[in-house]
């Protein structure tokens, strides 16, 4: 779903090493020691109600959302021809930390769940994560995000019967923010519900999507049927979910043509997010894994979140991916 810049008004309201044993639970952060100098990077705050802990491993697992996500576009940009000076696909650059991992901003909520989730409504699927996200917005600096896209990741979901409520994800650009400037807004539903959907280590995603279990969750799954579906089914609809939303932080609009003309729209900014297991070589999938369709590569091409210095390598070594 795309949030429309001009009319959108919710602001009113190294390694891999230690990874493996690594499921460490994250500190609140400080906000009084935040960088405020970072510019044209994509940041992320992780927002947790008051009684919802920081989940174990949250941190490793962002971090390999986001290195995966980068990875997807400069392999596309790649394909599609649009290189940096150093000959290699251009994509965008994340606000690191000292030790080389996604700097994941950790925020504990003023109210507890059931207060967010008190502003659902049925006529704005944006009030929960809207109410997070003014919180956010109130308690954060505007020069953490101005000049930056940021992801605001919230955690309010509940499954209920064979669905997930109190929840939502969108993106946009917000050139308010200033210069290539956007956000994502994001639910936590997205790493799972019940079981994992991102690994601890980009290595370890590709057996994520080949999980036959049921997720427990009706939804649209990756060939347009709505159905229970698998977990591997679930994290390939979910992984790719915000890989499409922060395409519109970067000013992407929707593509639905089918690019290579085999009868199957598979772009990112279509319905295509939903095949993202199939560059891991997940089943069904990966005849027609998620792709960025040349009209979206020509923007990005131009973006300035995409024509940044690269001072890290932080390239998602040791994946499965499918190259095509
Ligand atoms: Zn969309």
Not at 133 to 145: D, K, N, T, Y
Not at 246 to 256: P, R, T
Not at 257 to 277: A, K, Q, S, Y
């Amino acid at each position: 779903m795309m949030l429309r810049p001009w009319t959108f008004t919710l602001a009113l309201m190294l390694g891999f090493a230690s990874a493996l044993a690594a499921q460490s639970v994250p500190e609140p952060t400080d906000l009084a020691t935040l960088d405020l100098t970072v510019r044209h990077r994509v940041r992320t705050v992780y927002f947790a109600p008051s009684d919802r802990p920081f989940p174990p491993g949250i941190r490793e697992r962002l971090d390999t959302w986001i290195r995966l996500t980068r990875q997807f576009y400069r392999d596309e940009m790649d394909y599609w021809g649009y290189r940096n000076e150093d000959g290699r696909g251009k994509t965008f650059v994340i606000d690191q930390a000292p030790d080389g991992m996604w700097d994941v901003v950790f925020m504990v909520g003023e109210h507890d769940a059931a207060h967010y989730q008190s502003f659902e409504n049925p006529g704005d699927p944006w009030a929960v994560g809207g109410e997070c996200l003014g919180e956010i917005l109130s308690r954060l600096p505007a020069v953490f995000h101005n000049d930056n896209v940021t992801l605001y990741f919230f955690d309010t979901f509940e499954v209920e019967g064979e669905s997930i409520r109190y929840t939502c994800n969108g993106g946009s650009g917000a050139p308010w923010e200033g210069e290539g400037a956007g956000y994502v807004l994001q639910g936590t539903h997205f790493l799972g519900a019940g079981f994992q959907t991102v690994a601890l280590r980009p290595a370890d995603q590709a057996e994520i999507f080949m999980q036959t279990e049921s997720s427990g969750i009706r939804e649209i799954r990756w060939d347009s049927q709505t159905l229970l579906l698998t977990r591997g089914e679930f994290a390939s609809t979910y992984f790719g979910v915000p890989v499409h939303e922060i395409g519109h932080a970067f000013y992407l609009d929707h593509v639905f043509t089918d690019t290579d003309g085999d009868g199957v729209e598979n772009n990112v900014m279509g319905n295509g997010f939903r095949r993202f297991g199939g560059r891991f070589g997940m089943p069904g999938p990966d005849e027609h894994p998620t792709i960025l369709s040349p009209e979206n590569a020509a923007e990005l091409d131009t973006a300035i979140m995409f024509n940044q210095e690269d001072p890290f390598d932080i390239s998602a070594v040791g994946s499965h991916y499918l190259w095509r």
